[in-house]
């Protein structure tokens, strides 16, 4: 088969194709079973291992024909990882009601709290900034070894 | 009902039944997104809440449907007849009611998720920040100061995430879910008296509906408040119930 531009731009979109059609069908359990069919690729009992073996043949059947386009042959290893990736972190539920934005946007953030929150350790101790010695009396916020105030003079320091 | 009245009430019916049955589209496919959640981020609660801020307006985009529908026409078929406005009323607290029902059990279950949660993870003793040694830790969901028995060190402890969200958030959600369905029954016996009202020309409500009204209403804040505290282990909050009260009151009558 031909390896021009003209060539490589077809089999990118014959990709693009398959992919959206897989991609659009893995919400729909109605319709994956007979998309997935077309692709003569049976259940798995898996769907993301089912969704792996189409996007393995579409990639093997433009792979067969994409002469020495090397940026066409990176898409084509990619492929199934990002495709993959891509069905994962969106909701998998959601769909039919049109709720998917609503379950996209609310976990959005989570990561950004979660790094934050989960840098403060179960237990702290005061300890007094001119001796170092740990408060003994909780509310009590003199150090009971050198009697200094035990977060030092704000004042003083300012 | 004239004939022409019946066919409007029949299309009326037709039209609110299909709401309903979107509400429940709504709740059958949350269902499955807030448990996901819930199980991809254990004890957060901020995106369930956000969640559930974006359904809430989902919903309440379905309830502003059924009154652009009657405002614009389907009010104007039923002619003199109450029997339309009725159906809407008692569509829309069925409505509230189920949306409340799915979105108190949901906030519940991760309630009751979170409790069993922060218990076990209380089973890990924590070290002391001053000498390592370990801290036995306490069912609170409030960082405490604890004593090192070994170095003396008071060390402030913070409850497990899960623990603090249950104390926190997790209590009010198991006291409303405790309380729902009786706080439902008194909306329902409302709309009843509502509906009396209607039918004969808003008279004053009648003391026995208003005292039964007021009894059964007294009856779910009680519960609800005596459940909070029984899961906090805290004196009843009286004066809660009786502000609550006081607020309905001179807001349903």
Request: hydrophobic share 40%; aromatic share 6%; proline share 3%.
């Given at each position: 088969?031909?390896?021009?531009?003209?060539?490589?731009?077809?089999?990118?979109?014959?990709?693009?194709?398959?992919?959206?059609?897989?991609?659009?069908?893995?919400?729909?359990?109605?319709?994956?079973?007979?998309?997935?069919?077309?692709?003569?690729?049976?259940?798995?009992?898996?769907?993301?291992?089912?969704?792996?073996?189409?996007?393995?043949?579409?990639?093997?059947?433009?792979?067969?024909?994409?002469?020495?386009?090397?940026?066409?042959?990176?898409?084509?290893?990619?492929?199934?990882?990002?495709?993959?990736?891509?069905v994962e972190q969106a909701p998998s539920?959601?769909?039919?009601?049109?709720?998917?934005?609503?379950?996209?946007?609310?976990?959005?953030?989570v990561s950004w709290w979660k790094q934050?929150?989960?840098?403060?350790?179960?237990?702290?101790?005061?300890?007094?900034?001119?001796?170092?010695?740990?408060?003994?009396?909780?509310?009590?916020?003199?150090?009971?070894?050198?009697?200094?105030?035990?977060?030092?003079?704000?004042?003083?320091?300012? | 009902?004239?004939?022409?009245?019946?066919?409007?009430?029949?299309?009326?019916?037709?039209?609110?039944?299909?709401?309903?049955?979107?509400?429940?589209?709504?709740?059958?496919?949350?269902?499955?997104?807030?448990?996901?959640?819930?199980?991809?981020?254990?004890?957060?609660?901020?995106?369930?809440?956000?969640?559930?801020?974006?359904?809430?307006?989902?919903?309440?985009?379905?309830?502003?449907?059924?009154?652009?529908?009657?405002?614009?026409?389907?009010?104007?078929?039923?002619?003199?007849?109450?029997?339309?406005?009725?159906?809407?009323?008692?569509?829309?607290?069925?409505?509230?009611?189920?949306?409340?029902?799915?979105?108190?059990?949901?906030?519940?279950?991760?309630?009751?998720?979170?409790?069993?949660?922060?218990?076990?993870?209380?089973?890990?003793?924590?070290d002391c920040s001053g000498c390592g040694?370990?801290?036995?830790?306490?069912?609170?969901?409030?960082?405490?100061?604890?004593?090192?028995?070994?170095?003396?060190?008071?060390?402030?402890?913070?409850?497990?995430?899960?623990?603090?969200?249950?104390?926190?958030?997790?209590?009010?959600?198991?006291?409303?879910?405790?309380?729902?369905?009786?706080?439902?029954?008194?909306?329902?016996?409302?709309?009843?008296?509502?509906?009396?009202?209607?039918?004969?020309?808003?008279?004053?409500?009648?003391?026995?509906?208003?005292?039964?009204?007021?009894?059964?209403?007294?009856?779910?804040?009680?519960?609800?408040?005596?459940?909070?505290?029984?899961?906090?282990?805290?004196?009843?909050?009286?004066?809660?119930?009786?502000?609550?009260?006081?607020?309905?009151?001179?807001?349903?009558?």
């Open positions: 088969m031909a390896e021009s531009p003209n060539q490589a731009s077809f089999l990118a979109n014959f990709v693009a194709l398959h992919r959206t059609r897989l991609v659009d069908a893995y919400e729909d359990d109605q319709e994956w079973a007979s998309v997935r069919a077309s692709y003569d690729v049976g259940a798995l009992g898996d769907r993301n291992q089912e969704l792996r073996a189409c996007l393995g043949k579409v990639a093997a059947l433009a792979r067969s024909h994409a002469g020495d386009h090397s940026n066409l042959h990176n898409h084509l290893d990619q492929l199934v990882e990002e495709t993959l990736r891509e539920t959601g769909a039919s009601a049109g709720l998917s934005a609503i379950f996209a946007n609310a976990t959005a953030n934050r929150s989960t840098q403060v350790g179960a237990t702290f101790t005061s300890n007094c900034r001119t001796c170092g010695a740990a408060q003994e009396t909780a509310l009590l916020f003199e150090c009971e070894y050198c009697g200094d105030f035990l977060y030092g003079d704000l004042r003083e320091e300012a | 009902m004239t004939p022409e009245q019946q066919a409007a009430a029949d299309r009326w019916q037709a039209f609110l039944d299909k709401i309903e049955e979107r509400l429940e589209a709504i709740v059958a496919e949350a269902d499955a997104g807030i448990k996901g959640i819930a199980a991809a981020h254990p004890h957060e609660i901020l995106p369930i809440l956000n969640a559930l801020s974006g359904l809430d307006h989902r919903v309440r985009q379905l309830l502003k449907r059924i009154e652009e529908v009657w405002d614009g026409k389907a009010g104007r078929a039923f002619g003199g007849s109450n029997r339309g406005i009725e159906m809407k009323e008692e569509s829309t607290l069925r409505f509230n009611h189920r949306w409340q029902k799915a979105r108190t059990t949901w906030l519940a279950d991760i309630a009751r998720a979170a409790h069993q949660d922060g218990l076990k993870e209380l089973e890990e003793p924590v040694a370990p801290i036995p830790r306490q069912v609170t969901g409030s960082t405490i100061s604890i004593t090192c028995e070994y170095c003396n060190a008071v060390n402030q402890v913070a409850p497990p995430a899960a623990l603090r969200n249950f104390f926190h958030y997790g209590v009010d959600h198991l006291a409303e879910e405790a309380a729902l369905e009786m706080r439902h029954e008194t909306e329902r016996l409302r709309l009843r008296i509502e509906t009396w009202q209607r039918a004969n020309s808003w008279a004053p409500v009648p003391s026995d509906h208003r005292q039964k009204w007021e009894a059964m209403q007294r009856a779910h804040l009680q519960r609800q408040a005596n459940e909070k505290a029984r899961l906090l282990g805290r004196p009843v909050n009286q004066d809660w119930v009786e502000s609550r009260m006081k607020l309905s009151v001179a807001h349903e009558f």
